[in-house]
């Protein structure tokens, strides 16, 4: 069984999923996948998704030089 707080993940997750099927050019369904994200590529995958739809989105771009400046000093 799930415990409260990963409950609230998978179903924040699968409504996010829900959303994303419903709008795929939503900016901000992007940037909320990319913080829910697991994994670097994931986060990465997304906040360049948001820049191929909105290439003057600043969210996205911070999140994306975020994402290169964690790899750099991996």
Known sequence: P???AEFKSHAAREMLGELMRLAPEMEEAWILKAY??????????CF???L??????????????ARTDIRRRE
């Not at 829910?36 to 995958?45: C, N, V």
């Not at 191929?52 to 030089?65: C, F, I, K, S």
Request: proline share 7%; glycine share 4%.
């Open 48 to 50: 360049e998704k948001v």
């Open 36 to 45: 829910l994200a697991a994994s670097h590529d994931e986060k990465t995958d």
């Open 2 to 4: 799930l415990r409260p």
């Open 52 to 65: 191929a739809l909105n290439p003057e989105n600043e969210t996205a771009r911070a999140g994306l030089e």
